[in-house]
């Protein structure tokens, strides 16, 4: 009888496991099957344009790679923010870029059209680059309250020439990156300094960090403006940092 009783007790006790053990593993096919939903309904078109697009935005400098390399790197301020949403939902960012020391005085201006790529190409996003018709009006348009800023519709309409596109992909797991591209290899006219085609190459990196390479070629394909010996390197500044640079000018001011 005892014998008999042990017996069923471990019967009980192996049949509550196995059912246990089948409850689990439902639960984990379930858990993965919302999970990777939720992963696929993340990774829209659309979404990826979101996610380029905040990227591009906001304040950065290339400083820590001017301390490192100051021969061949100067240290650069980055400045990005929404302007404009076009009627397909491309969006479009007002970008300008500074030396450190002046950055109320920009040296470039240009807008960001970023949307996604034609199903057909094998690409995520594309990032185009327009001139503005009248840069002096947008000159620190990003520092502007936002009454002061140029409205949507007048941006939409200062849209000028088209300079380039970048076409962005996904990049591949164990990369330092989230998205890269470039312009195709034989680049865009370009006119400056000499050269007659200019390419592009970007990538986005995580906290918002970003990486340009910019360079222009003559016809017999010589590299005539551009760094050399890579990328410039973006990286967002903490607020304290930016008020640091900013010194110089409240010096200057007060004086």
Known sequence: MCTGSVSGSDSGTNGWSRARGVVLKTLVLVGGALWLKRM???TTRWDHTRIVAESLAGEKFSREQASRDPDNYFNLRWLSCPAAEMVDGSRVLYFEQAFWRTPLKPFRQRFFMVKPCPKEMKCDVEVSTYAIRDVEEYKNFCDRPKDQQPRPEEVIGDISEHLT???????ERGKRCLYEGSTPSDGF?????GASYSTSELAVLKNNEIH???RGYDD????????KGGPYEFKPAPASSFYDILSPLKTSFSA
């Open 165 to 171: 596109t970048i076409y962005m992909k996904r990049c």
């Open 189 to 193: 006219p370009n006119t400056w300094n």
């Open 212 to 214: 340009t390479w910019d």
């Open 40 to 42: 696929t309904k993340s």
């Open 220 to 227: 017999d394909g010589n590299q005539v403006w551009g760094g």
